[in-house]
């Protein structure tokens, strides 16, 4: 890693345009660029605040893809599957670089209509002791009850 490299004007050069959609490695291709390996140590040593800053432009780079699949989806001048091979790139790097924002939503308190099968299947009466299975049996008989009283359908 070359210490000499690392300008703070170099350092916003490169998150400005990580930020504008471009690729870590498509930035570190051009000339008077460090090597993909030098940026990121300088993340990883927080080079003058550098892993706060390029967290941030990544996060903006995502924003770009975003968009830009918008645009891509958009573009009646590209062939149908290259259109898609780009959506789909970016949407599955999105997925995994934040996937709490744009993966896929899975449902993992099982199947909303029926609860209480999932209830049971999730829950060993076993290891349960006196008061949490009277809790249980409480629980149970008050949505038994709640549901002779609701109408025939829900």
Known sequence: MTDSLYTPALAEAICTRMA???????ICR???????GTVRGWVRED???FNVRYREARALQL??????????ADRGDLDPRDRQVRIDTRKWLMSKLAPRRYGDRL???GDPENPLRVLHESVNLDRLNDAELDALEKFAQARIEAMQGQPKGR
């Open 63 to 72: 924003e770009f893809w975003a968009d830009e699949i918008v645009d891509l």
């Open 30 to 36: 051009d000339a008077g660029m460090p090597s993909e």
């Open 20 to 26: 504008e959609g471009e690729s870590l490695r498509a």
């Open 107 to 109: 449902l993992h308190a």
């Open 47 to 49: 080079r003058d605040n």
